[in-house]
Nanobody, 117 residues
Framework: VQVVEDGGNLVQPGGSLRLTCVVS????????FGWYRHAPRIQSQLVAR??????TEYGDSVKGRFTVSRESENTLVLEMHNLQPKDSAIYLC?????????????WGQGTQVTVSS
C-alpha cells in the first residue's frame, strides 16, 4: 500500500490550496481516511477525517475554512480556504486500509503548506 500526498505550496494569508491524497495497492476498503498536520509548535493534529463509524470530523481550528471530501474510493481531497500563518505545517494523509490479505494504518510522506506574506 502506498499513500501519496500532493498540492502543498507557499501561499499568502487569505489564500486557498487544494491537497490530494491517493492510496494505491491491493485495496479492498479504506475505513478511515484523514489529514493530520505537524509543525514545530504542535504534535500530530487532526485536520479532517472521514471514517466509517464517525462520519466527517474537523479539527476546531479549521472548521468553516477547510472541507474534506472523498473524490473516489482511494482519493481524499482537502480544500483549504482563508489560510493563515498558523496553518503552516506538513500535512500528512492517513488511511486505515483493508487489503486482500490484511489491514493496517498507513501514512504518506507529507506535503508542505506554508502561509506567509
Amino acid at each position: 500500500v502506498q499513500v501519496v500526498e500532493d498540492g502543498g505550496n507557499l501561499v499568502q494569508p487569505g489564500g486557498s490550496l487544494r491537497l490530494t491524497c491517493v492510496v494505491s495497492g491491493m485495496i479492498v476498503a479504506i475505513d478511515d481516511f484523514g489529514w493530520y498536520r505537524h509543525a514545530p509548535r504542535i504534535q500530530s493534529q487532526l485536520v479532517a477525517r472521514i471514517s466509517a463509524p464517525y462520519g466527517t470530523e474537523y479539527g476546531d481550528s479549521v472548521k468553516g475554512r477547510f472541507t474534506v471530501s472523498r473524490e473516489s474510493e482511494n482519493t481524499l481531497v482537502l480544500e483549504m480556504h482563508n489560510l493563515q500563518p498558523k496553518d503552516s505545517a506538513i500535512y500528512l494523509c492517513n488511511a486505515v486500509v483493508v487489503t486482500t490479505s490484511s489491514s493496517g494504518t498507513y501514512w504518506g510522506q507529507g506535503t508542505q503548506v506554508t502561509v506567509s506574506s
